[in-house]
T-cell receptor, first 115, second 111 residues
Framework: DTAVSQTPKYLVTQMGNDKSIKCEQN?????MYWYKQDSKKFLKIMFSYNNKELIINETVPNRFSPKSPDKAHLNLHINSLELGDSAVYFC??????????????FGNGTRLTVT | GQNIDQPTEMTATEGAIVQINCTYQ??????LFWYQQHAGEAPTFLSYNVLDGLEEKGRFSSFLSRSKGYSYLLLKELQMKDSASYLCAVRPDTGRRALTFGSGTRLQVQP
């Protein structure tokens, strides 16, 4: 199936650990994103890559490091996890060029719980 | 800065019509999107407006007034499966391409 897929779906870990979330899209899009959705369901942009190049880096702690090995993949590595990092993390992709009506297509999310 | 406001919660009856409003104040404007998100699932794209007026797509319609910074999503013939959160999002800048989201409106459809 054509889609945005991210793994794992659930991630439970202790404070101080380092973890990674992987994302892949086979939609042929050249722009990918990481969004964080907090307990109040507010979706906030963290990072955006276009053709492996970082184009958006919002005010996110340095403990968060995205990596894009190619335009179909955007992984998120988090160092020294803190309780406040608990949230659902969504990967998304869109067409990078052309008209502005290209919607974002979201993965199913990774629910991160830090204990 | 970016500011997008929507009501937090709404309740409606099966078979009825409901209108979910969204107002925005953003640094730029290159389109407004509506997404549906069921609990525990990913947001899914519903509609897109960039010009003033109404866009209709089956039971769902979306309206935009750029001069007023205002949009609404209209859901007709409500079904129980329409119970979900509805997210209004603006693309402020085509270069950055990312969407800025409102906090969403949780719609509960009752029998």
């Amino acid at each position: 199936d054509t889609a945005v897929s991210q793994t794992p779906k659930y991630l439970v870990t202790q404070m101080g650990n380092d973890k990674s979330i992987k994302c892949e899209q086979n939609l042929g899009h050249d722009t990918m994103y990481w969004y964080k959705q907090d307990s109040k369901k507010f979706l906030k942009i963290m990072f955006s890559y276009n053709n492996k190049e970082l184009i958006i880096n919002e005010t996110v702690p340095n403990r968060f490091s995205p990596k894009s090995p190619d335009k179909a993949h955007l992984n998120l590595h988090i160092n020294s996890l803190e309780l406040g990092d608990s949230a659902v993390y969504f990967c998304a992709s869109s067409l990078g060029q052309g008209s502005g009506n290209s919607p974002l297509h979201f993965g199913n999310g990774t629910r991160l719980t830090v204990t | 800065g970016q500011n997008i406001d929507q009501p937090t919660e709404m309740t409606a009856t099966e078979g009825a019509i409901v209108q979910i409003n969204c107002t925005y104040q953003t640094s730029g404007f290159n389109g407004l999107f509506w997404y549906q998100q069921h609990a525990g699932e990913a947001p899914t794209f519903l509609s897109y407006n960039v010009l003033d007026g109404l866009e209709e797509k089956g039971r769902f319609s979306s309206f935009l007034s750029r001069s007023k910074g205002y949009s609404y999503l209209l859901l007709k013939e409500l079904q129980m499966k329409d119970s979900a959160s509805y997210l209004c999002a603006v693309r402020p800048d085509t270069g950055r391409r990312a969407l800025t989201f409102g906090s969403g409106t949780r719609l509960q459809v009752q029998p």
